[in-house]
């Protein structure tokens, strides 16, 4: 990203997953540069629009992809996914008649998703293969395991050193998942930032607090590095499930009911890609300086 001086007035939308809320801007109709100043800005709550992740939709950059995708948190740094906001994507571009069809072939910073949209306003995610080895977070470890182990503070600037046991995988992006008897009651917002900034994760992780219902059921929060605890999170929720499948714990289709709402996720094991179905809705649309 470039900086600018000159200060442009360009629409934008206001779009959620879930209660995940995001800011989408159509640069391919409205160029724009954008530093991470000008993101932290716009991400702020109560001086700009606010929003989990801001959404950057620019002309393909490979010859399979239909659109580029790019992602930025409110913090201003840039991630490499995000499940939720595909599902905005989709609903925005075909609304904006920037394509006609589904499903549609969207580039993100590490991989090429599917989208398919469907009548009853669902839209559901071809979100790619997961990837188990430690590097692909990436994550200081040895060897792939289907656990792991970290001694951690409890909580930040805590004396308290926890035994933490949690699984590992990328979505594209680096997610640990912790499987807890009481979802309500995980320690999200004091052992969520302590993993999400950890040595052991160079470029940080998303930590996943899962509750398992039954084989077919789970209860899922999400602390995200650079936004912290969302409402929802769809490449966690697919982490989850993934992980709790590898694990001989859930079956290949599951509902994943998070403080947002409710998503649905099929993996069918190693080497297929995951599938996340869910809504995606537009809350309101303005312009703003840029």
Request: charged share 20%; hydrophobic share 40%; proline share 7%.
């Amino acid at each position: 990203m470039t900086g600018s001086n000159t200060l442009q007035r360009v629409p934008f939308t206001k779009m959620h997953g879930l209660g995940n809320d995001f800011v989408v801007l159509d640069t391919i109709s409205h160029p724009v540069e954008l530093s991470p100043e000008k993101v932290r800005a716009l991400g702020d709550r109560k001086r700009g629009i606010g929003f989990d992740q801001l959404l950057v939709i620019g002309p393909p950059q490979r010859p399979d992809a239909d659109f580029n995708y790019r992602i930025f948190n409110p913090d201003g740094s840039e991630v490499e996914h995000c499940g939720n906001g595909a599902r905005c994507f989709a609903r925005y571009v075909l609304n904006r008649g920037l394509i006609a069809r589904s499903p549609i072939r969207v580039q993100t910073m590490n991989r090429l998703l599917e989208l398919h949209s469907h009548e009853d306003g669902q839209v559901t995610v071809d979100m790619g293969l997961p990837e188990f080895s430690p590097s692909s977070l990436p994550f200081n470890a040895d060897a792939r395991n289907t656990f792991y182990h970290l001694n951690v503070p409890a909580a930040p600037g805590s004396d308290v050193l926890v035994d933490t046991k949690f699984q590992a995988v990328s979505m594209g992006n680096p997610h640990i998942v912790l499987t807890v008897p009481d979802c309500d009651n995980a320690p999200v917002n004091t052992l969520g930032p302590v993993l999400c900034t950890w040595h052991a994760f160079p470029q940080g992780v998303n930590v996943g607090f899962m509750q398992i219902i039954d084989r077919r059921t789970i209860r899922l929060r999400v602390f995200e590095r650079g936004a912290g605890e969302t409402e929802a999170c769809g490449t966690g929720t697919c982490a989850a499930v993934v992980c709790g499948i590898a694990a001989g714990l859930l079956d290949h289709k599951v509902r994943a009911i998070l403080n947002g709402g409710e998503l649905h996720i099929e993996w069918q094991g190693e080497g297929a890609t995951v599938l996340m179905t869910g809504p995606a809705a537009t809350v309101y649309e303005g312009t703003v300086l840029l």
